[in-house]
């Protein structure tokens, strides 16, 4: 059964989910998914060590004009950042373990109902 935003949603669900294993197996903690912040959100924020990791989680269909990182705009980047700012801001400013935020990109493509992630790290 389709997810919220339905068959979209539920396909957004499964590359957040694809990620969110991919940063576990690098050694990575899931902090949040799908973080709101305001009106702003944020698809996985992941932590190791001192690290903070803002990662913002694409995917498109077989038939899409663009692909995943392609459909990056400049004014996506920009809410993005603004959001992991404020996170920034708010929770990890005067959090003496936290030292870096980065903000990456993964690419999730589904072959034959797998998930395979491309990811690039301070994509932007």
């Given at each position: 059964m389709p997810g919220p935003g339905g068959p979209r949603?539920?396909?957004g669900q499964r590359a957040e989910s694809a990620v969110a294993d991919y940063l576990e197996r690098a050694g990575f903690a899931i902090v949040a998914r799908n973080l709101r912040l305001g009106r702003l959100e944020l698809d996985i924020v992941a932590r190791?060590?001192?690290?903070?990791a803002v990662v913002e989680v694409r995917t498109r269909g077989a038939t899409a004009w663009t692909s995943g990182f392609g459909s990056l705009t400049p004014a996506k980047c920009e809410r993005i950042r603004r959001a992991g700012q404020r996170l920034w801001r708010e929770r990890y400013q005067?959090?003496?373990?936290a030292a870096?935020?980065?903000f990456d990109a993964a690419c999730v493509h589904f072959d034959g109902g797998e998930p395979h992630v491309d990811y690039v790290a301070a994509a932007f």
């Open positions: 949603g539920a396909l190791r060590a001192e690290l903070i005067h959090d003496p373990s870096l935020l980065r």
